[in-house]
């Protein structure tokens, strides 16, 4: 059975930088592209990053970009999200998603993604 399990959030000031990271058993993370998302309170979950699987390709959504670094250790099985000159509008619960099919892309679509962390808070005060 494939987990994926977030860590690495936090309450921190407007300009700290926060690393999240997410470590996935059950399969071997080299095949697969992975994302994060972030659900903020009374909002829909919404793409941040996603990285190919064999980490050549990344992409960010514009609201991150810039700040947010996502890159990936295969042989630690593990997902990260250096997060840079956080913002209050970067506070969410933010989630790990894995591809459920191997060989993939950056995809920034939540349907292209079977496999979902519980999530990790950050909370960025001003």
């Known amino acids: 059975q494939v987990q994926l399990v977030e860590s690495g959030g936090g309450l921190v000031q407007a300009g700290d930088s926060l690393r999240l990271s997410c470590a996935v058993s059950?399969?071997?993370?080299?095949?697969?592209?992975m994302g994060w998302f972030r659900q903020a309170p009374g909002a829909e979950r919404e793409f941040v990053s996603a990285?190919?699987?064999?980490?050549?390709?990344?992409h960010y959504a514009d609201s991150v970009k810039g700040r947010f670094t996502i890159s990936r250790d295969n042989a630690k099985n593990t997902v990260y999200l250096q997060m840079n000159s956080l913002k209050p509008e970067d506070t969410a619960d933010y989630y790990c998603?894995?591809?459920?099919?191997?060989?993939?892309?950056?995809?920034?679509?939540?349907?292209?993604?079977?496999?979902w962390g519980q999530g990790t808070q950050v909370t960025v005060s001003s």
């Open positions: 998603a894995a591809d459920g099919e191997p060989w993939g892309g950056p995809a920034a679509r939540k349907t292209e993604y079977d496999y």
């Open positions: 059950g399969r071997a993370l080299r095949r697969y592209a």
């Open positions: 990285i190919s699987w064999s980490g050549g390709s990344t």
